[in-house]
T-cell receptor, first 113, second 111 residues
């Protein structure tokens, strides 16, 4: 069964350091999403790609977060510098174009110390 | 602003009983709703969806009910099993826009 792949599963980093997460969506899924989930809360959208283009990054803290999907397939989310409040689960999801049903990966659990 | 919230943060049921998880949404323009199940340490898993032109949809052991008059969504799980223990989220979207998730309800199934 096709899955959204994310790595790493867990990451511990010191504040002010840079950290990056990687996502490989389901093959053929042109739409890719990055969500942040704080413990006990629902996921919140950070950025949405359609192929290689950003279609929604209104909730992305652009002073420290960046996301790219250069070839319209896999994607990287970067935080620099990391802050204590960035500790959360970072989830990647993908869907076919025009289909809101998104399939999620296992997520990357980030702890900033 | 838009918000999607759940009435009960935790729900405990006996194995074999039916479970009902509720959700309230505030954006009357939302036209698509999804229920997700999230097990500990995993990403959300799609359960069932419903469009605003429907008031009921059934899947395998699950039923989603939509009441647009009071902006209320519910997920019914028949014959709840220990494997159903997880956090359940409702999510909404408007005309294919981004999904907005609620807080989540933790379902605990007692053997």
């Amino acid at each position: 069964e096709a899955e959204v792949a994310q790595s790493p599963r867990y990451k511990i980093t010191e504040k002010s350091q840079a950290v990056a997460f990687w996502c490989d969506p389901i093959s053929g899924h042109a739409t890719l999403y990055w969500y942040r989930q704080i413990l006990g809360q629902g996921p919140e959208l950070l950025v949405q790609f359609q192929d290689e283009s950003v279609v929604d990054d209104s909730q992305l803290p652009k002073d420290r977060f960046s996301a790219e999907r250069l070839k319209g397939v896999d994607s990287t989310l970067k935080i620099q510098p990391a802050e204590l409040g960035d500790s959360a689960m970072y989830l990647c999801a993908s869907s076919t174009t025009g289909n809101t049903e998104a399939f999620f990966g296992q997520g990357t659990r980030l702890t900033v110390v | 602003g838009e918000s999607v919230g759940l009435h009960l943060p935790t729900l405990s049921v006996q194995e074999g009983d039916n479970s009902i998880i509720n959700c309230a949404y505030s954006n009357s323009a939302s036209d698509y709703f999804i229920w997700y199940k999230q097990e500990s340490g995993k990403g959300p898993q799609f359960i069932i969806d419903i469009r605003s032109n429907m008031d009921k949809r059934q899947g395998q052991r699950v039923t989603v009910l939509l009441n647009k008059t009071v902006k209320h969504l519910s997920l019914q799980i028949a014959a709840t099993q220990p494997g159903d223990s997880a956090v359940y989220f409702c999510a909404e979207s408007n005309q294919g826009g981004k999904l907005i998730f609620g807080q989540g309800t933790e379902l605990s199934v007692k053997p």
